[in-house]
């Protein structure tokens, strides 16, 4: 863990110091995504605030990185820029989810035991992951091109059909 960022996150105590995390983690380090990387040095960046909003503890801010994933239809290296908004507000159990403000999505902690930081990074990294990952264009380019060449050919017969209307 790099010396700036904190291995471990009490979501609670650190809305109530209003932390603010900001650094590098490496994309090595997260585990769950490690299948689909197909280049695995580089790092996520975050900016991650803890506060209130109200009575609830939240903590906001963004993830950001550059993901090299490989293209599940030509296996080649696909490039996914990841910008992802956080919006997290902190609670005890997900029946109390259901009563956050709109703007945020659920983050369950216990209290107590305080949470890996990298955990919570990777909660968000993963929702950014397309579960089959793929060029958009992938398959369809070589489709695109004879088309664009037909088009080229009816000139010709255009111009012959005009002289014979000439004659
Ligand atoms: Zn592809």
């Known amino acids: 863990m790099p010396p700036h ?27 769950r995504i490690q299948e689909f990387l197909s280049e695995k040095r580089g790092s996520v960046r975050i900016e991650l605030e803890f506060g209130k909003d109200g009575r609830w503890s939240v903590v906001t801010g963004r993830v950001e990185g550059d993901l ?66 793929q060029h958009s264009d992938c398959g369809s380019a070589v489709r695109a091109e004879p088309r664009q060449e037909s088009k080229h050919r009816e000139n010709p ?4 059909a005009q002289l014979k209307n000439n004659d």
Do not use: H, T, W
């Open 5 to 31: 960022l904190p291995e471990f996150v009490d979501p609670l105590e650190f809305a109530d110091k209003r932390r603010r995390l900001v650094g590098e983690l490496p994309l090595a380090m997260f585990d």
């Open 68 to 133: 090299a994933l490989q293209c599940q239809l030509c296996m080649e290296p696909l490039n996914l820029q990841v910008q992802l908004k956080v919006s997290l507000g902190v609670v005890g159990s997900l029946d109390e989810a259901d009563r956050l403000p709109g703007a945020y999505e659920p983050l369950v902690f216990g209290g107590g035991v305080p949470m890996r930081l990298l955990d919570l990074v990777q909660d968000e990294l993963v929702l950014a992951i397309p579960p089959i990952p």
């Open 157 to 160: 017969f255009a111009v012959l």
